[in-house]
């Protein structure tokens, strides 16, 4: 029997159970876009019947950071940065989980970017949103790693020396297996996105655009905004690396001229998860680690026995 | 020459295979019921550059390296770089015999590899043999090794003249060799033993030199092991299976052993893009309801002292190990040092808290570091186990029955799902999993996945449900109660029998010497030497630094005239903390210290004392250092 009942547990799951009874209700300014990511992982969580206690969400430090207070769930806000090797230990250790890591992009692409590319390369099973709002939110609008060129602000008075790093590019070239970009503005999309990324197997990266009408004005509200996986003007084959590389390119260069492209950019089913290939190599329990400690029936090894001998 | 036991030095290049070939001795040595207990000394560099490892041998308990030896066996160094004139790092090639000559006592022994290395090549070499008394034997260990098998043999051609020159039994080193070696290398092995030791009996004078090695016997089955292996086992018996890290010389010895023995035992092992990483991993792998640890050297260790806060903020249990090395900065990667040891104490922001344990030795470390679990994962707080390149390394004789222990995968304190039905939620249905008012202030933890556990853990000052929140009264409620663990991990410490730390010496003695970590064996031997000089000294060795044993410490320091406090680095760290834990004693405390890399030989403790104390004279040279009492 499993020590952990919410992850075996199979019951329909309403919206509303991610919205915490009372307080804290959201402390984020009106018409903030991390609303809309808030809004689409509880669509996304009901619509896979994903009970609150069977998720797990690490957010790291920042207005987004703050997303799993206002969400029903386990919870880990961690420190600024680290959201994704705390989120990707917790699922080695207890593959059960549904877990998702979430944070900004100063936190993600910047303070984090090193366990940005390590995680998506190694191919972790769980899914990572970064709400994109081009701007340090909570540190009152200073230039973030997405910042276009050019953009001012109170540590960039000259303006931004700085091209803007590629979000979607950086993930493809790293070895993410599920890319998308989608934005605020855009709920269903969005829903169904963050659906399809805590589904897939592997590495799950979501670029969510997420307006912040506070230092942000530039940015306008990312609208109007074109799906290219609808949009007969975008054809490409999202599971081709290649055709999945141009409009990646071509997305983040034409987001600063006001054109606002999202979508699914690659999808890649058939690279098995880190959790996989560690298991095929022998390196990672079948059984949840996190059970065996629970398990009161479980025969522990012990050095004298096993190691001890070499020693001789 | 005749003595009791022999220190025995092999010699040579990076890469040469010095560190397996002394293993094996030292463990052939065990086997045939003697203490061995080894040293090494290795620059940081793969192939070439000077490397020895010292195997001391005695039919008694031995705890420390001597004091200087006496048994060379140079062998040459197949990397070294070629000799240039006036090269800043000296002639390389003739180093495993001409950098080893300072330390060899009068009337010692040299073998060396004649095919390698030439006597011309070092200044005075005849005259200092003549003044010293050396006894010299050079013998062409590499035609030997190559006539049978291939050149990296001559390691055992020189293993085959030691045991000819000390009497030391053929069969003692050839059947551990053939528990080690495949047939295939074994036979020509052979050949290149028996014909080297044949060299020594037909062509020298048996008698000469007076070297005998001592026999011994052990009451029980000995096991031959070094500070990283105990440690590696002591977290595997306390359940752990999951570990993160990067590697960072001496820390990954550790890790490696860790990463070699987790599979077997259905555990997890990641080695990751760097330490910040490392660290959240086992935080997130313990929050997630596993035993994990990580750990590095100084370098490291300074990039998980943010992972570190937010463990003890979010009382998350793990485990982390420090290794440290000569430092600041990459300082000297290979070599020892007791340096870090304010970082490891204070490092992380704010008022943080966490428990230290500095073993002095293979057991020590791998009792603490079981403890260091036990109370990492009972009270929800980050144990920390500081050691160094010196105990990490050094290889000592243990009894087998120190490791026949009961297993505990015990989480500590967390809370079930038949638990959670009762215990106390917010309105919002999370778990107060950081309640006021609760046994010892320990809030049992749920753990992700339990119905009706779940919570918010947050780096942010929080609520009992984890709610980020900055109201005084809640704030100083959470201060206060995760402050106070730590004298109840105090209490129960002190609880396991007051004098916890390690006391050696007449009880009544006049003088102390207080050390910490792995100076202890040392000293223990510089303390019996000065007793039996007609001192009046004893010993205290500290190995549990956080929370410190205030008053075992006292009572000591109290019971004498003067304490000289012993540690290897340059500031005093260990003397200024315990001044600052007991608030006074500095007219009382002196300091002995070392920074040169190489770790203290007993006699520089016994001279220290000595001349300082005894003599109130100055040290001569800079080997180590005096630093007198505040106002002495
Ligand atoms: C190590 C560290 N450096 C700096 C900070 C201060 N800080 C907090 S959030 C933040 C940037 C937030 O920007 P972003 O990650 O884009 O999140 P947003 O607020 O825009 O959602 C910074 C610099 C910190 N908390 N920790
Ligand atoms: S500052 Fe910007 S990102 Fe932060 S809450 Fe306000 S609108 Fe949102
Ligand atoms: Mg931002």
Avoid at chain 1, 54 to 81: D, P, Q, R
Avoid at chain 1, 108 to 123: K, L, T
Avoid at chain 2, 74 to 81: M, P
Avoid at chain 2, 371 to 381: K, N, V
Wanted: hydrophobic share 35%; aromatic share 8%.
């Amino acid at each position: 029997m499993s020590a952990f009942s919410a992850i075996s547990e199979d019951i329909e799951h309403d919206r509303n159970e991610y919205t915490p009874g009372v307080e804290p209700q959201p402390t984020w300014c009106p018409g903030c876009g991390d609303f809309g990511v808030l809004k689409a992982l509880k669509g996304a969580a009901a619509e896979l019947g994903l009970s609150p206690e069977e998720m797990l969400v690490c957010t790291g430090i920042g207005c987004s950071g703050k997303l799993n207070s206002y969400f029903e769930s386990y919870g880990f806000h961690t420190i600024h940065g680290r959201s994704l090797p705390i989120a990707r230990a917790a699922k080695l250790a207890n593959p059960g989980l549904t877990v998702v890591a979430a944070g900004g992009d100063g936190d993600g692409y910047g303070i984090g970017g090193n366990h940005f590319s390590h995680s998506a390369r190694e191919n972790h099973d769980m899914t990572y949103i970064v709400f994109n709002n081009e701007i340090f939110g909570l540190t009152k609008g200073q230039t973030s790693p997405t910042s276009p060129k050019g953009h001012k602000s109170k540590t960039q008075p000259h303006g931004s020396a700085k091209d803007p790093i590629r979000p979607l590019s950086q993930s493809l070239t790293a070895g993410a297996s599920y890319i998308a970009r989608t934005a605020a503005v855009n709920p269903n999309q969005a829903k169904d996105i963050i659906v399809e990324a805590i589904e897939h197997d592997g590495f799950s990266h979501i670029d969510f655009l997420t307006q912040c009408p506070t230092w942000n004005k530039d940015a306008k509200q990312y609208v109007p905004y074109i799906d290219i996986n609808d949009s007969e003007d975008y054809e490409f084959d999202r599971t081709n690396r290649a055709e999945a590389s141009e409009m990646m390119y071509e997305t983040e260069t034409v987001l600063h001229e006001g054109t606002v492209l999202t979508g699914r950019y690659y999808v890649d089913e058939e690279r098995p998860s880190y959790g996989q290939e560690k298991r095929a190599i022998g390196e990672m329990p079948e059984e949840p680690l996190a059970e065996r400690y629970f398990d009161d029936d479980h025969e522990w090894d012990r050095v004298y026995d096993t190691f001890l001998d070499r020693h001789k | 020459m005749t003595t009791d036991e022999l220190i025995w030095r092999i010699a040579g290049g990076s890469g040469d295979g010095i560190a397996s070939t002394s293993q094996n001795f030292a463990k052939a040595l065990m086997r045939s019921g003697l203490d061995v207990f080894t040293h090494r000394h290795y620059p940081s560099r793969i192939r070439g550059g000077h490397t020895y490892t010292e195997v001391r041998v005695s039919a008694d308990p031995i705890r420390s390296r001597g004091d200087g030896y006496n048994f060379l066996l140079a062998l040459g160094d197949s990397f070294a770089r070629n000799p240039q004139e006036n090269a800043y790092y000296g002639n390389e090639e003739v180093k495993p015999l001409s950098e080893n000559l300072d330390d060899l006592d009068d009337g010692g022994v040299i073998v060396y590899d004649s095919g390698l290395l030439d006597t011309d090549d070092i200044p005075d070499f005849d005259q200092r043999v003549e003044e010293h008394g050396w006894h010299v034997y050079d013998i062409d260990l590499r035609t030997i090794a190559r006539e049978h098998g291939r050149e990296v043999m001559r390691n055992t051609a020189g293993v085959a003249v030691t045991c000819a020159i000390a009497g030391i039994e053929p069969e003692v080193i050839k059947s551990l060799m053939d528990d080690t070696m495949p047939e295939k290398v074994f036979e020509p092995n052979m050949s290149v033993f028996d014909d080297a030791y044949g060299v020594v009996t037909e062509e020298y004078d048996a008698d000469a030199p007076d070297i005998s090695i001592p026999s011994g016997s052990h009451d029980e089955e000995q096991v031959l092991i070094s500070g990283s292996d105990a440690i590696a086992y002591g977290a595997l018996d306390e359940g752990c299976r999951f570990i993160a890290g990067y590697p960072m010389t001496p820390w990954t010895e550790v890790f490696t052993i860790m990463s070699q023995n987790l599979p077997e035992v259905g555990g997890i092992s990641e080695q990751v893009e760097d330490e910040i990483a490392a660290a959240a991993l086992a935080i997130g792998a313990s929050h997630a309801g596993v035993k994990a640890m990580s750990g590095s050297s100084g370098g490291g260790f300074a990039l998980m002292s943010e992972p570190l806060g937010l463990a003890e903020m979010t009382e998350t249990p793990v485990v982390l190990i420090e290794a440290m090395r000569a430092g600041p900065s990459t300082g000297m990667p290979t070599k020892t040092e007791q340096g870090d040891l304010e970082h490891v104490l204070y490092t992380s922001q704010g008022d943080s808290h966490r428990v230290v344990f500095a073993p002095a030795d293979a057991e020590e470390a791998y009792r603490q570091t079981r403890r260091a679990f036990q109370i990492a994962y009972e009270y929800q707080i980050p144990s920390i186990v500081l050691y160094d390149q010196k105990n990490g390394g050094e290889l000592q004789n243990v009894p087998a029955s120190v490791f026949d222990e009961a297993p505990n995968p015990d989480l500590g304190s967390v809370i079930t799902e038949a638990e959670l039905a009762d215990a106390p939620h917010d309105p919002s249905g999370k778990y107060n999993r950081f309640q006021h008012g609760v046994e010892d202030n320990v809030s049992p933890r749920s753990i992700p996945g339990q119905e009706g556990g779940r919570y918010l853990a947050t780096g942010n000052e929080h609520m009992p449900a984890g709610h980020i929140s900055e109201s005084p009264d809640n704030r100083v409620n959470q201060v206060n109660r995760r402050m106070s663990k730590m004298e109840t991990i105090r209490a129960e410490l002190d609880a396991d029998g007051g004098q916890r730390n390690f006391h050696h010496g007449p009880a009544d003695a006049d003088y102390g010497i207080l050390t910490f970590g792995s100076q202890q064996g040392t000293a223990v031997e510089a303390v019996d030497r000065l007793n039996d000089e007609g001192e009046s000294v004893k010993l205290l060795g500290v190995s549990e630094l956080a929370p410190y044993p205030v008053e075992e410490v006292t009572g000591f320091i109290e019971s004498v005239n003067e304490v000289l406090v012993v540690e290897m680095n340059a500031s005093a760290q260990f003397r200024g903390l315990t001044q600052k834990e007991l608030g006074r004693f500095g007219d009382k405390l002196s300091s002995l210290l070392k920074y040169n890399g190489n770790p203290f030989e007993p006699a520089e403790i016994v001279e220290g004392f000595v001349t300082s104390i005894v003599e109130d004279g100055r040290l001569p040279g800079h080997e180590t250092k005096f630093v007198p009492a505040a106002g002495d």
